[in-house]
């Protein structure tokens, strides 16, 4: 049983930056894919951004393009979510997760294990 989970969320201002970092044990972390998505307080959970095994390719929602990164390191089972310039509708909580399988999904379901989510606050 893969368990995630993540660090580094905090609160900063609008414009600001924060990193997030999401570890992973118990299972052959180069072998799937990982993602993150957020859920705001009276929303839905949503797509963030998402790396394959190997980190050539990622996929990001319109939303965080070009402001968010997301990048993974396979020698310490870390994936990271570096997010720039951030706005207040950034504000949510923010969930790393295990994808079943190597090829990025966007949809939630494709993922099978999931972190306890990490809060990121940003004021105007």
């Known amino acids: 049983q893969v368990q995630v989970v993540e660090s580094g969320g905090g609160s900063v201002q609008a414009g600001g930056s924060l990193t997030l970092s999401c570890a992973t044990s118990?299972?052959?972390?180069?072998?799937?894919?990982m993602g993150w998505f957020r859920q705001a307080p009276g929303k839905e959970r949503e797509f963030v951004a998402a790396?394959?095994?190997?980190?050539?390719?990622?996929a990001y929602a319109d939303s965080v393009k070009d402001r968010f990164t997301i990048s993974r390191d396979n020698t310490k089972n870390l994936v990271y979510l570096q997010m720039n310039n951030l706005k207040p509708e950034d504000t949510a909580v923010y969930y790393c997760a295990k994808d079943r399988g190597s090829v990025i999904t966007q949809r939630a379901r494709g993922y099978d294990a999931w972190g306890q989510g990490t809060q990121v606050t940003v004021s105007s």
């Open positions: 118990g299972g052959v972390f180069s072998t799937y894919a």
């Open positions: 790396i394959d095994i190997s980190g050539g390719r990622t």
